[in-house]
């Protein structure tokens, strides 16, 4: 949680940053999330978030596009890691054009 505020407070001084969790680590970081999905984001702010929707490989199972469906969040995709590449690029991009924190799943 603290890991994300300090990324938000980059964020909103104009500087693009970045924070990766997995699933349970959002849910640590879930007020602060919320808020910020509403404060916005003035640097480019991209969250990555390591799901497991069908508990593999962690102690729970957790889809957390329900997050950035409850907090009205994009949500970025990828399906191999050249996209990721290159989704990550497009998520800073489009974080920086609509002043809005972007998600991004893995």
Do not use: W
């Not at 001084?13 to 007020?31: E, T, Y």
């Not at 969250?47 to 949500?75: F, T």
């Amino acid at each position: 949680a603290v890991g994300f505020q300090v990324a938000l407070g980059a964020s909103m001084c104009n500087a693009r940053s970045f924070a990766c969790m997995k699933h349970v680590g959002l849910n640590v970081a879930a007020d602060a999330f919320m808020t910020a999905t509403y404060a916005g984001a003035h640097g480019g702010f991209v969250v990555l978030s390591a799901d497991d929707p069908n508990c593999y490989s962690s102690q729970n199972e957790q889809d957390n596009r329900y997050y950035g469906l409850h907090s009205l969040c994009p949500i970025f995709e990828a399906i191999n890691i050249q996209e990721a590449k290159d989704v990550i690029k497009y998520a800073f991009d489009f974080s920086e054009e609509f002043q809005s924190l972007v998600m991004m799943r893995c």
